[in-house]
């Protein structure tokens, strides 16, 4: 049982881990909570739902149409919203996001309706290992073989690319990012489309491995944000680790709690880091 829900923690620690990488990543250059993160997941998801079953394209080319489409839209965001409040306090632009986040998930309800809805209709069976001690089913490995590779190419772009290296430039030290001459506005630019194509990575992959609902990001959010604070605000290998904490944390709970307050958990570890170790556990002390 407590292998199973481990196994299961996993899961969805890899995918609350993509949709933190991105979190981070906006929040260490642009310095906002991101609150539209968790619609713009949710909006990834059903994009990818128009391109596979409503358009009838392979789960791989809908999973990389759906990414792009959401990473424009993040794009677009900051374009027609963001960057007219950089100079303004932090706590109106977090607001404003908030705003954003009701357009999103109100245009999601608008052309898809508030039901649920699958990609695939047909219920899979799981393949037994150990003589039924753990179950898994065959999405759920594409989920973690996709989410160990996106973490793998996250890693590879900020640490070896010319580009990720001016994103962790920023992030330390925007004023002196810009003393060396880096084009802050193009790393702006690929933040939005990097954070947007992660964001929508991990509402593919919850969708592919539940359900789709218009609420499934909002409800994503809080553990989210769990997981970049628990990891380090602004430290993208930070928010790997702390959504592989959070995602466990949750599932294993379930052996002394009911599932229902699994919100609960990722909001006790939140609070815990914030009072214990502001932070993060990976995060720069300031």
């Excluded at 759920?140 to 010319?162: N, P």
């Excluded at 580009?163 to 002196?176: F, T």
């Excluded at 006790?268 to 214990?276: A, F």
Aim: without cysteine.
């Amino acid at each position: 049982m407590a292998l199973q829900l481990f196994l299961n923690g996993v899961i969805l620690g890899s995918i609350i881990a993509l949709g933190a990488i991105g979190l981070s990543l906006i929040y260490g250059i642009l310095k906002f909570g991101h609150f539209a993160h968790g619609d713009l997941m949710t909006l990834g998801a059903y994009f990818a739902f128009l391109f596979k079953v409503q358009l009838g394209l392979p789960f791989w080319l809908a999973f990389v149409l759906a990414a792009a489409l959401t990473a424009g839209t993040a794009v677009l965001l900051n374009f027609i919203l963001y960057r007219h409040l950089k100079k303004r306090d932090s706590v109106i632009v977090m607001i404003s996001s908030v705003g954003a986040a009701l357009i999103i998930r109100n245009f999601v309800l608008l052309v898809w309706g508030p039901q649920n809805k699958f990609y695939e209709k047909a219920i899979q069976m799981p393949i037994l290992i150990g003589g039924g001690l753990l179950r898994i089913k065959e999405n759920q490995i594409i989920i973690l073989v996709l989410a160990l590779s996106l973490v793998i190419a996250v890693h590879l772009f900020l640490s070896r690319t010319k580009l990720g290296k001016a994103m962790r430039a920023m992030s330390d030290n925007i004023d002196l990012a810009q003393i060396t001459g880096i084009n802050t506005e193009r790393v702006i630019i690929w933040t939005w489309a990097m954070s947007g194509v992660l964001t929508a990575a991990a509402g593919i992959l919850l969708a592919f491995d539940t359900h789709l609902t218009p609420v499934m990001g909002w409800n994503l959010l809080l553990p989210l944000f769990a997981a970049v604070i628990l990891g380090g605000i602004g430290s993208p290998y930070g928010a790997m680790f702390g959504g592989l904490v959070i995602g466990i944390s949750q599932e294993m709970s379930t052996l002394i709690i009911s599932a229902a307050y699994k919100p609960a958990v990722a909001f006790s570890i939140m609070i815990l880091m914030l009072i214990i170790r502001p932070s993060g556990l990976m995060g720069k002390k300031v």
